[in-house]
């Protein structure tokens, strides 16, 4: 008796013990995903497999344990998944509003699906001895909008803290932020990606400021690239999307990669031709819609300019996205990739397109102020000496 004695309380030790190591810790995030004017997605990272949710507060002065908040669970299909990856979407929100929020999980044990589920004890970011995180949703009632672009980090994260640091980048100073490709060299895997790009965006304003991102070529590549979307949840589920802020429309576009699928450096691994034209039929839908159409400023974020006589890449992005957006009345077009700045006015032969097109350069912060008159802009470079400053007139 003695003997099933011992056993049993070793067992209720080590049970104990397993619980108290398996409470979960964030290790990634939280950062704000697809913002809208009425949603938001949350999206971070545990130490180990738990069950996870959001609770929302208006900021309106009150603590935000003044009464049972709002509560939003991740779920897919009417489950609710148990991992490492969280991805929550918070909606029924108001345009333009502030809102304060916390990430909460309870660590999972013992998994034998719904009949036997042992959890740790439940964690969540601190609200009592600091302030819960806070995001404002995008407001189209407004008849301004003011961002952030940044692309071709290619994997240096000191250069992102020092361009997109709070002092300069926060809730006050601008509406999103958006990565317009190549932030990592390859996508090699995800701790590649957390240690190059999110770290220092969370550390620096991505728990607050909504952050969009445009697929370069360079996140195309790499043994975790087929993952992408896991950490990038968008409106469409894909690496195109379109949203909505201020006076103006932005269409998310993806060129895919630069060279033809042929090419010996994808093994047989691409299809980005049959994808671009996929996109380009999605892109007919969304010009012709009557929210795109009624908006007074049309954007384009695309990380592979067009060229007509440039590499596969550039050449697909004229034959296949030109045409369409040319008769959608865009006003503005931002790029990358090529690591220069550069301003193509509209009408430029090689580009086809009858708007003009800015190339933001590599490792700098562009920041863009438009209303229905004008786009100005200026860019900052990782020494933080602004070298260039600009306005276009709209017509």
């Given at each position: ?341 550069s301003l193509l006015e509209a009408g430029d032969t090689l580009t086809e397109c009858n708007f003009p097109i800015i190339c933001n350069p590599n490792r700098c912060r562009m920041e863009v102020d438009i209303n229905p008159q004008r786009v100005a802009y200026k860019i900052v470079d990782k020494e933080l000496k602004e070298i260039i400053s600009n306005e276009i007139t709209l017509k």
């Amino acid at each position: 008796m003695k003997k099933y004695t011992f056993i049993l309380l070793a067992l209720l030790v080590f049970s104990a013990r397993a619980e108290e190591k398996s409470a979960p810790k964030i290790t990634a995030g939280p950062y704000i995903q697809n913002c809208s004017q009425t949603e938001f997605t949350v999206v971070w990272q545990t130490d180990c497999d738990a069950l996870s949710w959001v609770e929302v507060a208006p900021d309106d002065g009150t603590h935000f344990y003044n009464c049972t908040r709002s509560k939003f669970c991740q779920s897919i299909h009417g489950g609710r998944p148990v991992g490492r990856w969280h991805t929550v979407r918070v909606t029924g929100l108001e345009p333009g509003t502030a809102y304060r929020y916390r990430v909460l999980h309870k660590g999972v044990v013992l998994n034998h699906g719904n009949r036997r589920i042992r959890y740790s004890e439940s964690k969540g970011s601190d609200v009592y001895r600091c302030q819960p995180y806070k995001v404002r949703t995008l407001d189209t009632t407004s008849n301004s909008t003011h961002f952030f672009v940044g692309n071709d980090f290619h994997d240096n994260p000191e250069a992102i803290q020092t361009l997109f640091a709070k002092d300069y980048v926060n809730s006050t100073t601008c509406d999103f932020v958006l990565y317009n490709g190549d932030m990592v060299s390859s996508f090699e895997s995800e701790e590649r990606l957390i240690q190059s790009v999110l770290a220092p965006s969370v550390a620096s304003f991505a728990s607050s400021v909504p952050l969009f991102f445009a697929r370069g070529n360079h996140e195309t590549r790499g043994a975790w690239a087929m993952n992408y979307s896991q950490y990038f949840p968008t409106s469409t589920s894909a690496p195109y999307y379109v949203f909505y802020d201020g006076c103006a429309a932005f269409i998310v576009l993806d060129a895919g990669e630069d060279k033809p699928d042929s090419d010996i450096e994808y093994m047989d691994t691409a299809d980005y031709d049959t994808y671009r034209r996929t996109q380009a039929q999605w892109l007919k839908s969304v010009v012709e819609s009557q929210e795109f159409i009624q908006s007074k400023v049309k954007c384009v974020f695309l990380h592979i300019p067009p060229k007509s006589n440039g590499w596969h890449g550039q050449a697909e992005v004229c034959r296949l996205f030109a045409p369409i957006l040319n008769n959608a009345d865009i006003d503005i077009m931002f790029c990358a990739h090529i690591h220069k700045y550069s301003l193509l006015e509209a009408g430029d032969t090689l580009t086809e397109c009858n708007f003009p097109i800015i190339c933001n350069p590599n490792r700098c912060r562009m920041e863009v102020d438009i209303n229905p008159q004008r786009v100005a802009y200026k860019i900052v470079d990782k020494e933080l000496k602004e070298i260039i400053s600009n306005e276009i007139t709209l017509k």
